[in-house]
């Protein structure tokens, strides 16, 4: 049996603003968009990585929830209290300047990690936290 990571959610308050970050900064491309019952899911997904794609859907993307649940996630995602993904790189530092050059708010520059990982954060237009982790070089 093989089991394998095929998409991931990150709750977004904007679609357009994300799409300008993930597309345009990151470099992520557009999967699919889709709207549905007042709702849009967009999907997009790494080039080097056509079998895994993040989904960018509302802070709450279910139809029948309340409107008290619905003002709740938005407040979540506010405060930046969702969880966010983590991305590989082959170049943190470059990464890390890629991503600050194009506005990006930076939460953490390039450090080494002691779990051996050289890694930096960004928050996305949303809220939500991304680490750029490379393998530390030996």
Same mark, same amino acid.
């Given at each position: 049996?093989?089991?394998?990571?095929?998409?991931?959610?990150?709750?977004?308050?904007?679609?357009?603003? /994300?799409?300008?970050?993930? &597309?345009? =900064?990151?470099?992520?491309?557009?999967?699919? +968009?889709?709207? #549905? *019952?007042?709702? %849009?899911?967009?999907?997009?997904?790494?080039?080097?990585?056509?079998?895994?794609?993040?989904?960018?859907?509302?802070?709450?993307?279910?139809?029948?929830?309340?409107?008290?649940?619905?003002?709740?996630?938005?407040?979540?995602? /506010?405060?930046?209290?969702? &969880?966010? =993904?983590?991305?590989?790189?082959?170049?943190? +530092?470059?990464? #890390? *300047?890629?991503? %600050?050059?194009?506005?990006?708010?930076?939460?953490?520059?390039?450090?080494?990690?002691?779990?051996?990982?050289?890694?930096?954060?960004?928050?996305?237009?949303?809220?939500?936290?991304?680490?750029?982790?490379?393998?530390?070089?030996?």
């Amino acid at each position: 049996m093989n089991i394998k990571l095929a998409q991931c959610f990150i709750a977004v308050d904007d679609h357009d603003k /994300a799409l300008a970050f993930y &597309r345009d =900064v990151l470099g992520l491309e557009v999967r699919n +968009d889709v709207a #549905f *019952e007042g709702m %849009r899911w967009v999907t997009v997904g790494s080039p080097a990585q056509q079998d895994v794609e993040i989904v960018l859907e509302p802070p709450l993307a279910n139809p029948n929830a309340s409107p008290a649940d619905k003002r709740a996630m938005a407040e979540l995602l /506010a405060k930046g209290m969702l &969880r966010g =993904v983590i991305f590989s790189t082959d170049d943190c +530092d470059a990464t #890390f *300047e890629r991503i %600050r050059s194009a506005g990006g708010e930076v939460l953490q520059e390039p450090i080494d990690q002691p779990y051996g990982v050289r890694d930096c954060a960004f928050r996305d237009p949303a809220g939500n936290m991304l680490r750029f982790t490379q393998p530390r070089k030996r």
